[in-house]
């Protein structure tokens, strides 16, 4: 596949970067070769291989999302960090006048 300079000029405005024309020249040099490289897939022969939409046999591999500690424990835990309480709130020094 032939890129052109102009090619190079359109992806680099789409992407807001400054090229000079040196740049584009290697740039365009560079994505032909890029693709030419990705095209030699059309060579392969995939009539056996059946489409699919995404990768079968993947399971959610996140963790069960457990309470490690009641309401008010945490409550305490979290407080107990804080450089001024009061009750059950943080008190932090007047911003507003």
Known sequence: MIITKKDVEYVARLARLELSDEEKETFAGQLASI?????????L???RVPPTSHVPGLANVTRKDEAVCSPDEL???LLS???GRE???FKVKKVIE
Do not use: F, H, M, V
């Open 45 to 47: 022969d995939t009539s």
């Open 35 to 43: 693709l030419s490289y990705a095209g030699q897939l059309d060579k």
């Open 87 to 89: 009750d059950n709130y």
């Open 81 to 83: 960090n804080a450089p």
């Open 75 to 77: 409550r305490e835990r």
